[in-house]
């Protein structure tokens, strides 16, 4: 059985957030899994391999709490409508 897509998540070098855009974390198989926050730097990974998406934690999770600043491939957000 695969499993659904319930957002449309972002792309490396086609569809990224932007400085100062609400993220979620949709990847259920990531600890920080439902982290929101908001995007405060992208940064190259070495050898032109993607992108990293940087942002500050807005809400609190059993592994992820309000303030923190977490690295993700883009892969594993999705926009968030605030």
Not at 20 to 48: F, R, T
Not at 58 to 71: E, F, T
């Amino acid at each position: 059985m695969k499993p659904r897509i319930l957002k449309e998540c972002y792309t490396s070098h086609s569809y990224e957030p932007t400085l100062g855009d609400w993220v979620e974390n949709v990847n259920p198989g990531c600890k920080h899994y439902q982290s929101m926050g908001v995007v405060d730097a992208i940064e190259d990974l070495d050898g032109d391999a993607g992108k990293v998406i940087c942002y500050v934690v807005m809400n609190d999770g059993p592994s992820y709490k309000k303030g923190m600043r977490l690295r993700k491939t883009p892969d594993q957000l999705a926009p968030l409508g605030v």
